[in-house]
């Protein structure tokens, strides 16, 4: 199985992208792999909006702006 880590959403030359870690689990609870990395530029319109809404809530409510 595999087990999100982290992740996180910017903004590159061919868009905003995500970029992800990840380990694998055995079904016998052992670590097969960890730290493994991905990325994709989102596609998605309802995926942007949620980033937007992300991105609005830090800037209202953390930044202050």
């Known amino acids: 199985m595999k087990k999100l880590t982290s992740f996180t959403a910017h903004v590159t030359a061919e868009g905003q992208r995500i970029s992800f870690t990840y380990s694998e689990i055995e079904e016998s609870g052992n670590l097969k792999s960890q730290n493994n990395r991905e990325n994709f530029i989102v596609m998605d319109k309802g ?8 991105n609005k809530y830090i800037k209202e409510n953390k930044l202050g702006e």
Not at 47 to 54: K, P, Q, S
């Open 47 to 54: 995926l942007m909006e949620h980033i937007e809404a992300i």
